[in-house]
């Protein structure tokens, strides 16, 4: 069964940094092309980043370019996501995926002073 668990969220103030963190479980994970999502308040999805199976390749919505880094572990099947510099806007759930029907439940970050 596949499981995708994201930690790492938090309260942060404007301009600090937080790292997400999506532990997987119950597929190959090392195959997989990976996404972060965000739902931001009263809005819908918001696609943030994606990366290679391999890790060789890594893209960005612009909302986030420059700030945030996606990377993953193949060895431990876990994703991250280093985000620096936060914003208020950049206030969300925060989500991993492994492609349609396969997300986690997400973790909540709150940028505030």
């Known amino acids: 069964q596949v499981h995708l668990v994201e930690s790492g969220g938090g309260l942060v103030q404007p301009g600090g940094s937080l790292r997400l963190s999506c532990q997987t479980s119950g597929f190959t994970f090392s195959t997989f092309w990976m996404d972060w999502y965000r739902q931001l308040p009263g809005k819908g999805d918001e696609w943030i980043a994606r990366i290679s199976s391999g890790a060789s390749m890594a893209s960005y919505a612009d909302s986030v370019k420059g700030r945030f880094t996606i990377s993953r572990d193949n060895t431990n099947n876990i994703l991250y996501l280093q985000m620096n510099n936060l914003q208020p806007e950049d206030t969300a759930v925060y989500y991993c995926?492994?492609?349609?029907?396969?997300r986690g439940q997400g973790t909540q970050v709150t940028v505030s002073s």
């Open positions: 995926s492994c492609g349609e029907d396969c």
